[in-house]
């Protein structure tokens, strides 16, 4: 089973910058990566969490508890 144990500390930092709304050049600015690093970033979340698309992963995020409901932004 998936866990945040098996997601690294950058993917969750992206995780949670998508789950926010923020696009791929926002994030890569955020963080100080490149926008291709970002996309790579998602791509692995999205096969790990086994999603189709970024909604999926949001929503695999939620079921397995990686990502909570929270009022504020990360």
Known sequence: MITSNNITTRELQVL?????????????????????TVVSHRKRLIQKLKARNT???????????????????A
Request: overall charge neutral; cysteine-free; charged content about 15%.
């Open 16 to 36: 949670h910058l998508i789950a926010y709304e923020a696009n791929m050049n926002e994030i890569a600015s955020q963080l100080f990566i490149s926008h291709h």
């Open 55 to 73: 909604a999926g992963l949001i929503r695999r995020a939620f079921e397995l508890g990686i990502l909570k409901i929270s009022s504020s932004a």
